[in-house]
């Protein structure tokens, strides 16, 4: 099996920052693209920030210039700085990973347990 486990989520003011964490572990061959995706309250859910293997990134405009996303390949980790935090920000944060396994011949999308993030005005 494979497992994605998120950290880091809170209540912050505006302005504030934030680190989110997202460790996968299991019988893990490769990890390609990694990624975090949102949720607002009564909103459908939105890519917020992916990054390759190789550390290739894309962000939504809204979050251009305030998050980073990064990995640490050996610790099969991705995170996501977050910085000048907005209300608009407020949502549930959910990792993902496209993961092969079983000597890399099976491929697989895993998605962690989300982590609220709340940003007051």
């Known amino acids: 099996q494979v497992q994605l486990v998120e950290s880091g989520g809170g209540l912050v003011q505006f302005g504030g920052s934030l680190r989110l964490s997202c460790a996968a572990s299991g019988s893990i061959f490769n990890i390609r693209d990694m990624g975090w995706y949102r949720q607002a309250p009564g909103k459908e859910r939105e890519l917020v920030a992916a990054i390759s293997r190789g550390g290739r990134t894309n962000y939504a405009d809204s979050v251009k210039g305030r998050f980073t996303i990064s990995r640490d390949n050996a610790k099969n980790t991705v995170y996501l700085q977050m910085d000048s935090l907005k209300p608009e920000d407020t949502a549930v944060y959910y990792c993902?990973?496209?993961?092969?396994?079983?000597?890399?011949?099976?491929?697989?999308?895993?998605w962690g347990q989300g982590t609220q993030v709340t940003v007051s005005s």
């Open positions: 993902n990973a496209d993961i092969t396994y079983d000597s890399g011949y099976r491929r697989g999308v895993y």
